[in-house]
């Protein structure tokens, strides 16, 4: 049968396409369990203010706090006995707190919130270009639109959580001492370049599915 | 669009039905459809080739450039 017989009308079929359904599945699956997340997480918000729940738990800072030398352990005999020198320097530590009033305590848990607002909406786009490969038509300018769409989010994400609420918790924190050193909110430990990587990758990924998008209708009503 | 497809006419001249004419070529019919009604946006040189062998014609007698403005092609974006 010659290569004209193939019908050019209507979604393209693409071999492998019915493959995808589990991917939609899974993504399904993954939003649910974050928005059901996000839910709790803005009961939570709401039923933990101390002023009628005193008990409310800590919350925890990406914090470190820098020991004075005259503080910080010294290593044992017969461990240090292989090295030559040794010192400990700096000190990390996992800061737990609970804010005095409540709105700070709402703040910070408003901003965690966020993110996790952030990762549902880019599983909801995501969950739509899943959806349009499992029925073989992905190569569409309103896919090319999400995937942007969802770069920008992963972009926002990956600067937002060091960022923002880094800075919200110095501020919320400031001026907090230990031992007369200064509690600095450790920003790098929410920094993650594979974050920031993803953003990029898919922001590429949009520009090849809109360029896809005007191949298939190039191609589209060939005959 | 300024070209047009006179595959009616030549299927009426030859005598040949939109279902012959699919089966022999290899087109479906919707295709065929889609040609006849003027709303390719494109045809392939095989698809031509295939044609005019079946109907026994040259390419000038089904196609016909009808000078004029382009129409708008709407994109689904």
Same mark, same amino acid.
């Given at each position: 049968?010659?290569?004209?017989?193939?019908?050019?009308?209507?979604?393209?079929?693409? &071999?492998? /396409?019915?493959?995808?359904?589990?991917? /939609?599945?899974?993504l399904?699956?993954a939003t649910a369990a974050i928005g059901a997340l996000l839910v709790a997480g803005v009961l939570w918000l709401l039923?933990?203010?101390?002023?009628?729940?005193?008990?409310?738990?800590?919350?925890?800072?990406?914090?470190?706090?820098?020991?004075?030398?005259? /503080?910080?352990?010294?290593?044992?005999?017969? /461990?240090?006995?292989?090295?030559?020198?040794?010192?400990?320097?700096?000190?990390?530590?996992?800061?737990?707190?609970?804010?005095?009033?409540?709105?700070?305590?709402w703040l910070y848990v408003f901003f965690a919130l966020q993110e996790l607002a952030l990762l549902v909406v880019a599983l909801l786009l995501l969950r739509h270009?899943?959806?349009?490969?499992? &029925?073989?038509?992905?190569?569409?300018?309103?896919?090319?639109?999400r995937?942007?769409w969802l770069g920008l989010v992963l972009l926002v994400e990956a600067i937002y959580a060091p960022g923002i609420s880094?800075?919200l918790?110095?501020?919320?924190?400031?001026?907090?001492?230990?031992?007369?050193?200064?509690?600095?909110?450790?920003?790098?430990?929410s920094?993650?370049?594979?974050g920031?990587?993803?953003a990029?990758?898919?922001?590429?990924?949009?520009?090849?599915?809109?360029?896809?998008?005007?191949?298939?209708?190039?191609?589209?009503?060939?005959? | 669009?300024?070209?047009?497809?006179?595959?009616?006419?030549?299927?009426?001249?030859?005598?040949?039905?939109?279902?012959?004419?699919?089966?022999?070529?290899?087109?479906?019919?919707?295709?065929?459809?889609?040609?006849?009604?003027?709303?390719?946006?494109?045809?392939?040189?095989?698809?031509?080739?295939?044609?005019?062998?079946?109907?026994?014609?040259?390419?000038?007698?089904?196609? %016909?450039?009808?000078?004029?403005?382009? %129409?708008?092609?709407?994109?689904?974006?």
């Amino acid at each position: 049968m010659s290569d004209t017989s193939r019908e050019s009308h209507g979604p393209d079929r693409l &071999r492998g /396409a019915h493959g995808a359904g589990w991917l /939609a599945r899974l993504l399904t699956l993954a939003t649910a369990a974050i928005g059901a997340l996000l839910v709790a997480g803005v009961l939570w918000l709401l039923v933990s203010c101390p002023l009628w729940w005193p008990g409310a738990p800590r919350l925890p800072l990406p914090a470190s706090v820098e020991l004075p030398a005259a /503080a910080a352990p010294t290593p044992d005999p017969a /461990a240090a006995a292989q090295l030559e020198d040794i010192a400990l320097r700096h000190l990390r530590a996992e800061v737990e707190v609970r804010f005095a009033g409540p709105w700070r305590q709402w703040l910070y848990v408003f901003f965690a919130l966020q993110e996790l607002a952030l990762l549902v909406v880019a599983l909801l786009l995501l969950r739509h270009v899943v959806s349009d490969l499992s &029925r073989g038509n992905v190569f569409t300018h309103a896919n090319a639109r999400r995937l942007r769409w969802l770069g920008l989010v992963l972009l926002v994400e990956a600067i937002y959580a060091p960022g923002i609420s880094s800075a919200l918790s110095q501020w919320l924190t400031g001026g907090l001492t230990f031992a007369g050193e200064p509690l600095r909110i450790d920003w790098r430990q929410s920094l993650g370049g594979a974050g920031l990587a993803s953003a990029w990758i898919v922001l590429v990924l949009s520009e090849a599915f809109r360029q896809g998008a005007d191949l298939r209708e190039e191609q589209s009503l060939t005959v | 669009m300024p070209i047009k497809v006179h595959l009616d006419l030549m299927m009426v001249r030859r005598g040949v039905s939109l279902t012959d004419l699919s089966a022999r070529v290899g087109i479906t019919m919707a295709n065929l459809s889609i040609l006849k009604n003027n709303k390719a946006r494109a045809i392939r040189l095989g698809t031509l080739d295939a044609l005019c062998r079946e109907l026994d014609c040259q390419p000038g007698e089904l196609l %016909e450039f009808v000078p004029g403005p382009p %129409e708008e092609e709407a994109f689904d974006r």
